[in-house]
């Protein structure tokens, strides 16, 4: 049933999806300053410690799990090839924050493991995030503003973290080595 309006409303809609996208936009650049301000913090601490991020991010990886993990599975939880996982423990394993142990009866498997020096320099970052990082943020919103943000961030991090496991499974299937 043709009702006269679609020569006016096809142009508007369509402004309408250009908006929405544009606005799509706006919020991912937004979410990317937000995050490249806090990797700013994050990068200026772990500098004064000789850490760089990625190792960070293993020992950081090896608290929240339990603090034992195969170098293949920190890989995967990462996205990144073992190498440098490899490279990275090498480096935390001079400095102390990481060891190799034997698992099981196969001496060629090996497992990483967080040292208390590896956990309280997660224990540090955290406390350095709570009272430098924070404050500053969260002293320019309300409280209901900052429990909307917790909310989203949840939300985004749950729908990130399906999209990396099926990127995984897509790149498994293509044959790359993950």
């Known amino acids: 049933m043709e009702?006269?309006?679609?020569?006016?409303?096809?142009?508007?809609?369509?402004?309408?999806r250009i908006c929405s996208e544009k606005l799509r936009d706006d919020i991912f650049l937004d979410l990317l300053k937000v995050a490249g301000t806090i990797y700013g913090y994050m990068d200026q601490w772990l500098m004064r410690r000789s850490i760089s991020r990625e190792g960070f991010w293993i020992v950081q990886d090896l608290v929240v799990f339990g603090g034992r993990l195969t170098p293949t599975a920190i890989a995967r939880k990462l996205l990144v090839p073992k190498y440098i996982i490899t490279r990275n423990v090498d480096?935390?394993?001079?400095?102390?924050?990481?060891?190799?142990?034997?698992?099981?009866?196969?001496?060629?498997t090996r497992d990483i493991v967080v040292t208390e020096k590896g956990i309280q320099l997660i224990r540090e970052?955290?406390?350095?995030?709570?009272?430098i990082v924070m404050p500053g943020f969260f002293s320019r919103i309300n409280k209901k503003q900052a429990g909307e943000f917790h909310d989203n961030i949840l939300n985004l991090r749950e729908y990130l973290i399906i999209y990396k496991h099926e990127k995984i499974k897509m790149l498994t299937k293509k044959g790359y080595r993950i």
């Not at 480096?91 to 060629?108: F, S």
């Open 125 to 131: 970052y955290l406390d350095y995030f709570q009272t």
């Open 3 to 16: 009702t006269g309006y679609s020569d006016t409303l096809d142009p508007l809609l369509k402004e309408i």
């Open 91 to 108: 480096r935390l394993g001079k400095m102390g924050m990481v060891k190799r142990e034997p698992y099981g009866d196969d001496r060629r």
